[in-house]
């Protein structure tokens, strides 16, 4: 079974890849950043306990400006593929922290 990692799982096109992936038979990784809302609404069809049998996507928390956590998460997952599809996607935050914007959209 190939595996496949996404950043940005959560997003739009995150959580439609997931899908299509998910159909085709992969094994899902996503990385999701820690917030204080775990916004999961796009993918809650999609998840189910990681505890149950037949599971075939995971979470991980990560952030793209946390080199050392995501290569741990590489290393951890060995997927096949990566997919990143991470970005800030607020205009008014990445205005307000631009720094950061282009460390976690590069």
């Known amino acids: 079974m190939k595996k496949a990692l996404i950043t940005g799982i959560t997003g739009q096109d995150g959580a439609y ?29 999609l998840y189910k306990d990681p505890h149950e049998k037949d599971v075939r996507l995971f979470l991980h928390y990560g952030d793209m400006t946390d080199s050392t956590n995501l290569i741990r998460i590489v290393q951890e997952v060995q997927p096949d593929e990566i997919y990143n599809l991470a970005a800030q996607s607020h205009v008014k935050v990445s205005f307000e922290t631009p720094e950061y914007t282009a460390n976690s959209d590069a």
């Not at 890849?17 to 796009?42: C, M, P, Q, W």
Request: aromatic letters at 6%.
């Open 17 to 45: 890849l997931a899908e299509l992936l998910l159909k085709k038979g992969y094994e899902v990784h996503g990385i999701k950043r820690r917030s204080s809302l775990f916004n999961t609404d796009r993918i809650d069809h």
